[in-house]
């Protein structure tokens, strides 16, 4: 329950914001999520909180990147190289580091985005960003109200 009402509150505030790319942010909000489950339940907060700084810091690195490599209008080929490129460093942090791995990640999704559905490239990374952002405070939202609404309520009358 807790993924479906997170992905359908980001995905819905993706779709009144009026982004074009709605699911990023239901993809971002699943992350935090997945820090919980992960951990277990009654863990801290503390490492879903740093999930979703992972999943934001590092695709903003990967924004940076996706924006310099995009600038300069290269053509299909060379974006299809560096598609293939950024595979190997995704792969090879993704399970040690996730934040790192996202900053390789984003620009190879956007890029493949872009060379199969070419658009502008700012309206492209600013979409990536609000979306990212929109999901991942979702995802945390939904974590932590999720773990008030898992505890048990004591009516204080328990025996020490």
Not at 5 to 33: E, F, K, Q, T, Y
Not at 81 to 89: A, G, K, T
């Amino acid at each position: 329950m807790r993924y479906a009402l997170a992905i359908s509150i980001a995905g819905s505030c993706g779709l009144l914001l009026g982004v074009d790319h709605a699911n990023w942010a239901m993809a971002a909000a699943a992350v935090p999520l997945a820090a919980a489950d992960a951990r277990g339940q009654d863990s801290s907060i503390r490492g879903v909180i740093e999930r979703g700084t992972h999943r934001v810091l590092g695709t903003f690195v990967g924004l940076f990147i996706t924006g310099a490599l995009l600038a300069p209008q290269f053509g299909p080929v060379f974006l299809a190289v560096v598609v293939i490129v950024l595979l190997f460093p995704t792969e090879l942090f993704m399970i040690r580091h996730y934040g790192l791995a996202l900053g390789f990640f984003t620009p190879l999704i956007l890029l493949m985005t872009e060379l199969t559905a070419p658009t502008d490239s700012l309206t492209l990374v600013r979409d990536r960003a609000v979306d990212t952002v929109i999901g991942v405070v979702v995802g945390i939202s939904v974590a932590v109200a999720s773990r008030r609404w898992g505890r048990p309520r004591t009516s204080g009358h328990e025996a020490g």
